[in-house]
């Protein structure tokens, strides 16, 4: 009877013996990760050696020091040339695009130049050229001869992008959230067709290549340019929110087949977690080359005015300013926030009941009044538009507002689209009113903060441009977009934000 089929053990032996498979537990776990980590890691670099470029001519001209050296890089630093290239049935592969990207980790800076591809340049051995032509005469080697030639710039490494990539990537992320600032539509052969509705929305493939290739406006290649910068600030402030476990095979796979560059594994896996953790949006700055156009000897060009080009590259290599930028103050920028509430006026609206009595100093009172009938959710508008701003078009055009896709469900949303008006001239320039019941969307990203009458404001952007303010009010998330251009400063788009009232639902002005 005192015999046992089972073990009686103390209580010091019983921990001693869970201690042990504690123990075998992490380390099994340890090396279980050790493996799937290393695995990954032989996965990745065996992929991006499929991206590597064997030009021993490429890789001299990038090792080498162009003969006028004004901007050498610092030590650490990284100049690339980018090129989106592309191919249509017969016609040889072209370059559609060329961005040069500074990157300065140890100043934690970097910035990007975009380059007309009609600009006059001098091409090396061939005369005066468009830029694009010394890729199709030269690939990317006279490419970059040519980048360096006209800049000054010492280009350290080289990246090719087919223009699939650009559709593949945004597919296998499961789209790009864009605030669209217009309606972009075409329905001719002569361009690519494109119907994009205004408003912030997720954009796949397809739609996000005719978004940012858009060309058929006054803005032409340099809003295109502009475009571009927009949809990959949108990526960055979005890469983080990306459950990459899963999304990452497909994102490499995309990447890597459609792409072709001197950037070793080492170097892009280092770039890519600075820009991604440590990179502040303050220390970024996106730049421009535009220009007249000017036909010259019956080709058309982009000409810049003279000394144009030279203090864009020299704004393009200089981290001081973005650094000083990146530490204003809150108090700062709320001591330049003069707000007015109505066309001419500097007094704060404070009491939204005030439409009732006067509508008239919200700007297109009666539209407004009919749109916050129909909405879901709590509507705002402006006291006060930027001088010449004028009711453009709005999204939806009929009642109860548009379904956003939120990944997992959908949310409502509202889009006014004002646009640049001088002098009976319509500008595509632009300004935009958000609303949305969706208070987790990617659009409520960190930024520098304003407290105003007890609301906080968050301005978006890079250095040199303000992407939006945005506000949380009632339950609803509220931002005021800047245009394509990213023609308004700060104060301004602050001053809209702050001049937002409540529309009462049942207002009849």
């Not at 992490?26 to 799937?36: E, K």
């Not at 080359?289 to 290599?317: H, N, R, W």
């Amino acid at each position: 009877m005192n015999e046992r089929s089972y073990s009686v053990f103390k209580s010091e032996r019983l921990r001693r013996r869970r201690r042990r498979w504690v123990l075998l537990s992490v380390v099994g776990l340890a090396v279980v990760a050790g493996i799937v980590v290393g695995a990954s890691y032989l996965w990745l670099y065996m992929q991006w050696q499929k991206t590597q470029i064997d030009d021993p001519t490429l890789s001299s001209v990038l090792a080498s020091t162009p003969a006028t050296n004004l901007f050498p890089p610092p030590e650490g630093t990284m100049n690339i040339l980018v090129l989106g290239v592309e191919s249509r049935g017969y016609e040889s592969i072209r370059s559609d695009s060329m961005i040069l990207v500074h990157a300065d980790p140890a100043a934690n800076y970097l910035s990007t130049l975009s380059l007309p591809r009609d600009l006059r340049v001098e091409v090396p051995g061939h005369g005066y050229r468009k830029l694009n032509w010394s890729y199709s005469k030269g690939g990317p080697t006279l490419a970059v001869q040519t980048v360096e030639a006209n800049t000054n710039v010492d280009i350290t490494h080289y990246l090719e992008v087919d223009f699939k990539a650009f559709t593949n990537l945004t597919d296998a992320v499961g789209g790009v959230y864009i605030d669209v600032d217009k309606h972009y539509f075409n329905d001719t052969k002569k361009y690519d067709q494109i119907d994009v509705r205004p408003g912030y929305q997720l954009l796949h493939g397809v739609d996000a290549l005719d978004y940012v290739r858009y060309r058929m406006d006054n803005n032409m290649d340099f809003g295109r340019q502009h475009r571009q910068q927009t949809f990959l600030t949108a990526l960055r402030e979005q890469a983080m929110g990306w459950d990459l476990g899963f999304k990452l095979p497909g994102l490499i796979q995309a990447l890597t087949d459609n792409i072709q560059t001197t950037i070793s594994f080492d170097e892009i896996r280092n770039l890519a977690y600075w820009v991604l953790t440590k990179l502040d949006g303050g220390q970024i700055r996106q730049q421009t080359v535009s220009g007249a156009i000017q036909t010259v000897e019956g080709v058309s060009f982009v000409i810049p005015s003279e000394g144009v080009l030279e203090q864009k590259v020299a704004d393009f290599m200089d981290p001081t300013p973005a650094a000083t930028a990146s530490q204003t103050t809150v108090a700062t920028l709320t001591s330049d926030v003069d707000v007015p509430t109505t066309a001419g006026s500097t007094d704060m609206v404070v009491d939204s009941s005030q439409f009732m009595t006067d509508p008239n100093f919200v700007p297109d009172s009666a539209l407004w009044s009919e749109i916050a009938a129909q909405m879901p959710f709590t509507v705002m508008a402006p006291g006060y538009l930027p001088q010449d701003y004028k009711y453009y078009q709005r999204n939806p055009e009929g009642s109860g507002g548009y379904d956003i896709d939120t990944g997992g469900g959908s949310a409502k949303g509202l889009k006014m689209v004002y646009r640049l008006v001088r002098n009976g001239t319509s500008y595509d320039q632009y300004l935009g009113i958000m609303e949305t019941d969706w208070l987790d969307a990617p659009a409520a990203s960190p930024g520098r903060q304003v407290v105003y009458n007890g609301t906080t404001f968050t301005i978006v952007g890079t250095y040199d441009r303000t992407e939006r303010v945005w506000w949380e009010k009632d339950g609803v998330l509220y931002w005021v977009s800047n245009t394509i251009s990213h023609y308004l400063n700060p104060t301004e788009l602050v001053k809209v934000a702050a001049s937002m009232i409540t529309i009462p639902s049942g207002a009849t002005p």
